[in-house]
């Protein structure tokens, strides 16, 4: 074998089933090589759209996204979807072609010290040997998965690619579950037999550890109200009694939510990492007044708040460690209750053509199982808001980084590797037009994803503040754009819509259609005024 067999051979016992990206003559033995292994090779047409259908095809299958990228600008264009698997904790391997070491010492052509590059804005970076490509392989793939997920960077030299090397196979057992014992594990038991008004506060780590079981059990058996973070919505179903449902960036859900929070005794923190939250939630709770239990995969050095007792483990074995078999009764004045309905007051749609409007249609017009992702904007945080998921990654979206351009490539990539399934994107108009012409791929690889476009010509949300600020209009309008022509040119399917009845017909006639379609909603940018 060659050593990009060797690589290509650890990721398909991975679980590695697709790699993504823009081949340039670096790459091509490990392309090669990918593909012999049974890994599909995707083009597409841009690295950095390429890292986020790499993620969405993680989200499915729970195996690590595969990026491939050719040295110096093909490298650097992956940069942003790497730093968000970085901070959205998703596992990406990361492959690049290099120069040769001694080449790159009397050559200067496109030769950029890559392992450097990478190195802040991942797990680990390695540089590929011949001889030690099955240990490289196969540390990679643990660093990828294990603890806390993220991207690792693997710069695989030409020469290398192509020289004789051996092994493949997993070489380290994986690690068993740890939970806590002892005198922590009985002072947590201790509190939560004894909680009166508990809360629990679920985030990217359980999803990671495929703790939904874990946390459903817990708001059982605790009659605790459950907040998740944007990601983990979904991991209690949010039409349950017991979910209020995401949050995040949205003022107006934590003015009903942050206070619930502080008027808590107990707060049980499943998986909580706090780099998907606003500035609103640093040191919401005071450890030493309310016992907060704290269960991540790694040690807080966040700093974003503190917690009376800390546990560093496995979230579902914890949880099962720590549950009490009795508790007396909680939340007797019907709070709980109270703040759900409030919430969904809050976010209904108010009955007029706009964002609100737009995203309730295509809730009550879609099938329960669609799998959703949604770009960075003033429509994500409404649509996270209001769209209601009844299972784990029922709605996929940047939010450590927030980056915008994400929702197109997700969606793509969640429905390669689910196609019978219906998948739709969010996108505001600026961010579409990152990555509109991914949209080539989605017609070649003859994709039916429906990619829902929110048109107001101005980046909406900067514009509020913008106002909120009583500046002047700067920087934040743009052209119009025929977003409907653009989809059919590619290929597709395009509908301008302006009405309820409008958006309806082409969400019916989208979920026949024979290639995507890209559904154009058109509205004034004002109509977020209020709604966040």
Request: negative net charge.
């Amino acid at each position: 074998m060659r050593a990009a067999d060797v690589l290509a051979k650890r990721l398909y016992a991975a679980g590695c089933r697709w790699a993504f990206g823009m081949p340039g003559g670096e790459v091509l033995t490990l392309i090669d090589a990918l593909e012999e292994a049974g890994i599909t090779f995707v083009l597409c047409k841009h690295e950095n759209a390429a890292g986020f259908m790499a993620e969405g095809t993680y989200h499915r299958t729970g195996a690590p996204g595969i990026l491939v990228a050719t040295v110096g600008p093909g490298a650097l264009n992956g940069i942003n979807s790497v730093e968000n698997a970085r901070e959205d904790r998703v596992p990406l391997i990361v492959l690049t072609g290099c120069v040769d070491a001694d080449t790159s010492h009397v050559y200067t052509h496109q030769v950029v010290d890559q392992t450097q590059v990478f190195r802040p804005i991942t797990k680990e970076t390695f540089t590929l040997t011949a001889g030690m490509a099955h240990v490289i392989a196969d540390k990679a793939v643990g660093i990828a998965t294990e603890g806390r997920p993220g991207p690792v960077h693997i710069d695989v030299p030409i020469s290398v690619a192509d020289a004789p090397s051996q092994g493949g196979e997993i070489l380290r057992a994986v690690a068993a579950p740890v939970a806590p014992v002892g005198t922590i594990a009985e002072q947590a038991k201790t509190a939560l037999a004894n909680a009166k008004r508990p809360v629990i506060i679920v985030g990217l780590d359980a999803i990671s550890e495929g703790g939904a079981a874990a946390v459903q059990e817990a708001a059982t058996r605790l009659g605790a109200p459950v907040i998740t973070t944007y990601k983990a919505k979904g991991i209690l179903p949010e039409n349950h009694p017991l979910s209020l449902g995401g949050a995040g960036l949205s003022p107006k859900a934590d003015a009903m939510l942050v206070p619930f929070v502080k008027a808590a005794d107990v707060i049980l923190a499943i998986g909580y990492d706090p780099i998907e939250m606003r500035a609103g939630w640093q040191d919401v709770w005071d450890p030493k007044a309310q016992m907060v239990i704290d269960i991540t995969a790694e040690p807080n050095h966040h700093y974003m708040h503190q917690s009376t007792l800390s546990i560093i483990g496995d979230c579902a074995a914890s949880v099962a460690a720590i549950l009490p078999s009795a508790l007396g009764p909680v939340w007797e004045n019907s709070e709980a209750a109270r703040v759900k309905e409030e919430l969904i007051t809050a976010f209904a749609a108010d009955g007029t053509w706009g964002p609100d409007q737009i995203i309730q249609t295509c809730q009550d017009t879609l099938p329960d199982d669609t799998l959703a992702t949604v770009d960075s904007g003033a429509h994500r945080i409404l649509l996270s808001q209001m769209w209601q998921c009844k299972f784990p990654r029922a709605l996929t979206q940047s939010t450590g980084l927030c980056t915008m351009g994400v929702a197109v490539p997700l969606a793509m990539g969640t429905q390669i590797a689910e196609p019978d399934r219906t998948v739709v994107s969010f996108s505001g108009d600026a961010g579409f037009l990152m990555v509109a012409g991914e949209l080539a791929t989605a017609a070649e690889m003859g994709l039916k994803t429906i990619f829902v476009v929110f048109v107001d010509a101005s980046l909406a949300l900067i514009e509020l503040k913008q106002r909120q600020r009583q500046m002047k209009n700067r920087g934040v309008d743009f052209a119009h754009t025929d977003f409907a022509a653009i989809a059919r040119g590619f290929g597709g399917q395009g509908h301008r819509v302006t009405t309820k009845p409008e958006l309806e017909a082409a969400l019916k006639a989208a979920q026949s259609a024979d290639s995507f379609t890209l559904i154009a909603a058109e509205f004034d940018r004002k109509a977020y005024d209020g709604k966040l």
